[in-house]
């Protein structure tokens, strides 16, 4: 068990989400950086999938109720315990009464905080991420705050089994103010002119301080629209970026009045009435997500194919026993 | 009618019916959407529905994109809609029209009060607007923005009221608030941003994590699409009645089955 010291900027459980239920109006939730939370898994031979904290940003605190295992991976946003610099993608044995806290924000902006056997709180719906806006899931439905005491799972594994374990370089990701996303064209992006599409994929984008887990805004240059027919106009709306109601995939680019792209996150609305250019691969959402006001981004067009490709390449690095040094 | 297939990065894919709004293209989205749920499909994590399309979650390690597609156009080229029937079901809601909380909460966005607003820009007195609203019913397209929150038209497209969204989104919406934006109307089940003109707040939840009425056991969420929605007026008074004693108030709902040739006003043939 530990307890929350201070919640900190804005701190929850999270999994990989519940996927598919976009037809109840709700959304996947989970980690926005998922790489980093399984990372984290499979240095505490967890589950890929088990529960650990998502830690915006500073001022996170929690004191140890008990001896645990724990790895912090994702940005880094000065992890210390009891004061001490620790290293991140490391197992780090917590004695109890040690105290955790995130004091600076380095790299990056999103920590995760994995434990051996997982965070345990109930499950809703298949999985123990958080919803805030829903105001269910994870623990009590919000944010963490000082007082609250969390449970860890079962596991059989021993901390000092595992301390030390680290990820191989290849895994571990360092973060700095320029990202390259890679994301696959399509949905309405008919509606927009070719130029459009090109200065889209081309341009320096500035994230806003419009930015969390429903969707990040970027700043940059007007892309336009093709003329339309009027039918949309009725029901869509008066603005050329208004479509009907449509259903939006994680990642989905949505272009509101031709201005600030925004991704739509892990915590997005289920459907929207605007058009989106395209969509960020699955894997780059992790990316994104450790992007900070006043970075800068590049929006890199791939085929289905190479997205599919990349996907199968990220998920044969968590197989790999290499990768994981003992 | 051209079904068309939508790219939407590595592992989902947009099925859709058309650019424009009729019945037709919903009921074919949901009938669509009950089947490849029927069926089992290798691969596919969830599907999730809007008013003219759906769109597949789907696991690109156990079926590739072009084989899905085609899984789909099979099921499609099976359907024979004028045929299907989809069991779907009436549910009766009360709601008080103009009421004190929504009011209050236009004043706070500097609104005017939105059910005069709205009935205003229709051409109609607000007592003849409530009396077109509570005789016409409505067909629940989607859920979605929120948890379990229904948008719903008019089946008899001759009721279709219409009005303008909030410039400026409001960065509060009372729970149940009945709004209006566009032609597409729905009830707030939590409280939450929004820009839709409020007519009126039902007293009944429509998404309870906590499940303290009986109509929530099997599922959280009381919608579902291809529902029909009729209103009822209500007071104040009754409204807090029905609040008060929530836990055991019986929800009215009945089944029914949905095609397309049989039904309500407007359903029928052509296109709403």
């Known amino acids: 068990m530990f307890e929350v010291i201070n919640g900190g900027m804005m701190t929850t459980v999270q999994d990989l989400g519940r996927p598919g239920y976009g037809s109840k109006g709700i959304p996947p939730s989970g980690a926005f950086d998922a790489y980093s939370l399984k990372v984290g898994n499979l240095l505490l031979k967890n589950l890929l999938g088990d529960a650990g904290l998502e830690v915006l940003g500073i001022g996170f605190q929690m004191k140890a109720l008990s001896d645990m295992g724990i790895a912090i991976t994702g940005g880094d946003l000065s992890p210390r315990l009891n004061g001490q610099n620790i290293q991140m993608w490391k197992v780090i044995r917590v004695s109890k009464g040690d105290v955790l806290s995130f004091s600076r924000v380095k790299k990056g902006c999103r920590a995760y905080v994995t434990v051996i056997g997982g965070v345990d709180v109930p499950s809703l719906l298949g999985s123990r991420s958080t919803f805030l806006r829903g105001e269910m899931g994870g623990y009590e439905g919000r944010m963490l705050k000082k007082g609250d005491i969390l449970k860890i799972g079962q596991s059989g594994i021993s901390p000092s089994r595992l301390e030390g374990r680290r990820a191989a370089p290849n895994l571990v990701r360092h973060f700095g103010n320029t990202f390259q996303v890679r994301a696959v064209r399509g949905l309405e992006e008919f509606l927009f002119t070719n130029e459009s599409v090109e200065l889209f994929f081309s341009t320096r984008w500035k994230v806003t301080p419009l930015a969390d887990r429903m969707g990040v805004r970027y700043e940059g240059p007007q892309l336009s629209f093709k003329p339309r027919e009027e039918f949309m106009d009725l029901e869509g709306g008066e603005d050329p970026s208004n479509i009907l109601n449509e259903c939006i995939p994680t990642g989905g680019l949505q272009v509101v009045s031709g201005r600030e792209p925004i991704v739509l996150a892990v915590d997005g609305p289920p459907t929207g009435g605007y058009v989106k250019i395209g969509t960020v691969i699955s894997c780059d959402l992790a990316w994104i997500a450790q992007s900070k006001p006043g970075d800068s981004t590049f929006f890199k067009e791939v085929s289905l194919d190479e997205a599919h490709r990349i996907l199968i390449e990220e998920d044969s690095m968590f197989q790999d026993a290499s990768m994981v040094i003992d | ?272």
């Open chain 2, 1 to 272: 009618m051209k079904t068309r297939y939508r790219i939407a990065g590595d592992h989902f894919l947009i099925v859709n019916y058309g650019d424009s709004f009729s019945l037709r293209n919903s009921f074919n989205t949901i009938v669509l959407c009950d089947r490849l749920r029927k069926i089992e499909c290798r691969g596919i994590r969830g599907i999730s529905s809007s008013i003219n399309s759906l769109m597949i979650d789907y696991d690109p390690f156990e079926i590739a994109t072009d084989d899905l597609i085609q899984e789909v156009s099979k099921l499609e080229d099976q359907a024979n809609r004028e045929k299907e029937v989809l069991s779907s079901r009436v549910i009766r809601m009360p709601v008080v029209y103009g009421d004190q909380w929504t009011r209050s909460c236009a004043k706070e966005f500097q609104a005017s009060p939105n059910l005069e607003f709205v009935s205003e820009y229709n051409k109609m007195g607000v007592d003849e607007l409530i009396q077109m609203h509570t005789s016409s019913s409505y067909r629940v397209v989607y859920i979605g923005f929120t948890p379990g929150l229904p948008c719903f038209v008019p089946i008899d497209s001759s009721s279709r009221i219409t009005a303008p969204k909030y410039k400026v989104p409001r960065t509060r919406t009372p729970k149940g608030t009945l709004g209006i934006g566009g032609i597409l109307q729905c009830i707030y089940p939590i409280e939450s941003p929004g820009g839709y003109q409020m007519l009126g707040r039902t007293p009944l939840p429509i998404y309870d994590l906590k499940r303290s009425n009986p109509i929530f056991e099997d599922d959280i969420i009381l919608f579902r699409p291809g529902d029909r929605i009729v209103f009822f007026s209500i007071n104040h008074a009754e409204y807090q009645a029905i609040e008060r004693n929530f836990s055991s108030y019986a929800y009215q709902i009945k089944e029914e089955d949905w095609a397309l040739n049989s039904v309500h006003n407007g359903e029928g043939g052509g296109d709403v």
